[in-house]
């Protein structure tokens, strides 16, 4: 029986790409960089950490400089509401998984600067998360199955009473890998049922929201 849900964030519980595109490009101009393409942008996102990728979407940039300056950048883009805004419908999809006995988490391979307003005591996941694991508190990165250990050992819990939702490749490759459960979201339109054709997907789900009807049936 499954007790606990880990979720993943960008493009998960929060659709990010498009924001994250817009601050990435502000930071690379800045930088004195030509902005990258959304393609390319698209095409490195969710596969590596942000400070590993952006050497490939922005090639010749310093990552060092960039994350410092993002840490400088991203306070304006959360208040103005270009990045990290969860739907209203996201979060009561939380409170039905907790209404239900669930814990629920979030493990995403951001770093704790990309993450720390998150964290902040009034933020509205405070109450409905019961554990966030991000690239500083855990000792691995996905695809590596290993980066579940600590929410495994934290909970107590078997592979197989935890599922993992995300929406790339990697998502499914590390949960499966861990022989966990793992729900493929594809609300971004980034990804299709084809992408994960290589990782044994237990349901695709078109929106958040939908994993409540699913979990429902997968607990009886």
Known sequence: MIKLVLIDFDD???LTEKGRF??????AEKMGFPPMTRETHIKYWGKKTLKESILDRIPGIDAKVFMEELERALP???ENGTVDVISEVNLKTLDKLRE?????GILTS???MEVKHLLDKDHPLTTRIDAFYHKDNTDYVK???KVYDNALNHFNLRPDEVVYIGDNISDGTSAKGAGMHFIA???SELKTKEDFKSVPVDYFALKFSDIVDYLDKAQI
């Open 22 to 27: 817009i601050v990435e490009n502000y930071v």
């Open 143 to 145: 695809p590596n199955p």
């Open 12 to 14: 998960t519980l929060c």
């Open 76 to 78: 304006q883009f959360i």
């Open 185 to 187: 979201l594809l609300e």
């Open 100 to 104: 239900r006995g669930l814990k629920t």
């Open 110 to 112: 951001r770093s704790f």
